[in-house]
Nanobody, 118 residues
């Protein structure tokens, strides 16, 4: 599986932004996909995730719950992260990632930078 993230940019606090992640290479059945973020000097942190063939259950970090929405388009093989009411502390490089069911996150796309100004 290869992942290509896009959609980052510079926005003001309170604005919205949508990230996209195009997946290719093989079927995504039995894969979980998600978003992580990382700022300089900090460890990469989980933001949101779902199972590609799952029932629709999603998981979010507490810091983004009720503001971010993860979704997928199975026909386009794309993953999205709708980010609303952005805060300066959301500034980070955002990465899409994948893992085979039961395994750890081990497929990473390149990051897309999100900068939120106050």
């Amino acid at each position: 599986v290869q992942l290509q993230a896009s959609g980052g940019g510079l926005v003001q606090a309170g604005a919205s932004l949508r990230l996209s992640c195009a997946a290719s290479g093989r079927t995504l059945s039995n894969y979980g996909l998600g978003w992580f973020r990382q700022t300089s000097g900090k460890e990469r942190e989980f933001v949101a995730g779902l199972m590609w063939n799952g029932s629709g259950r999603t998981n979010y970090a507490d810091s983004v719950k009720d503001r971010f929405i993860i979704s997928k388009d199975k026909y386009k093989n794309e993953l999205y992260l709708q980010m609303n009411n952005l805060k300066p502390e959301d500034t980070a490089n955002y990465y899409c990632a994948a893992h085979f069911r039961g395994q750890s996150w081990n497929v990473w796309g390149q990051g897309t930078l999100v900068t939120v100004s106050s």
